[in-house]
């Protein structure tokens, strides 16, 4: 069986890199470029060696290896580093001492100050929902041409990183609907205090009248 967990910061520490506070101008600049750059690099990487692999060998074997090998690298670099450096999201699997698989969805909660740059964000998202349509895109043009063998690696190209985009987008959500299920909860309880505190006050005015007749 397999379930899955919503955690905050303040439940499992994220160990991010501490923040200037700096204000509102430094959000619009890139505070982790190494970052940027190895969150962009492995994937574009993959993605050109698919294309122009044919130019520099004909081993479909050797472009394969190369081709996944880079796919590799990008599923780890998203999901160990700029995901919580860029987004401030992190999520994992892990079996637990019942053998029940268990999915953890983390995200960061801001306490104060803004630690995610707007571009760094933007560059994370787009990069990942791209990088997923371009290879829909070539699995259908390996249908369409008939090129069956190059069907696998489109294939893996889209489990991982459809892997990551998943993942950071159920933290995501996940986060907002804890949000909106604790905002629930705190109307509820105001509306049934209400409610109490209106019927109570209903049967003393009840009972005084029925004593004052």
């Not at 905050?8 to 470029?33: A, C, I, Q, T, Y």
């Not at 698989?101 to 964000?121: F, L």
């Not at 690696?153 to 998943?166: D, R």
């Not at 209903?202 to 029925?210: E, F, I, N, V, W």
Request: glycine share 6%.
């Amino acid at each position: 069986m397999e379930s899955s967990v919503i955690m905050e910061e303040s439940e499992v520490p994220l160990n991010f890199v501490d923040d200037d506070g700096s204000g509102r101008g430094m959000r619009k600049k890139l505070r982790h470029p190494v970052a940027v750059l190895f969150h962009i690099i492995f994937r574009a990487g993959a993605i050109l060696s698919y294309l122009l692999c044919g130019l520099f060998s004909d081993s479909f074997i050797t472009n394969f290896v190369v081709i996944v090998i880079l796919l590799s690298m990008d599923f780890w670099t998203v999901k160990n580093i700029t995901g919580r450096l860029l987004v401030g999201l992190r999520w994992w699997n892990y079996v637990d001492t019942d053998g029940k698989s268990q999915w953890v969805y983390e995200c960061r909660k801001d306490k104060g100050t803004t630690t995610n740059s707007a571009a760094e964000s933007r560059i994370f998202w787009l990069s990942l929902v791209v990088a997923e349509v371009i290879w829909i895109i070539f699995l259908f043009g390996a249908l369409f041409t008939l090129k069956f063998k190059w069907f696998m690696v489109v294939v893996v190209g889209i489990l991982m990183n459809g892997a990551n985009l998943y993942g950071y987008i159920r933290c995501k959500l996940g986060a907002k609907n804890k949000i909106t299920s604790v905002a629930t909860n705190f109307l509820s309880a105001h509306l049934f205090k209400s409610m109490f505190s209106s019927m109570t006050k209903t049967d003393s005015s009840s009972q005084r009248a029925t004593t004052s007749q």
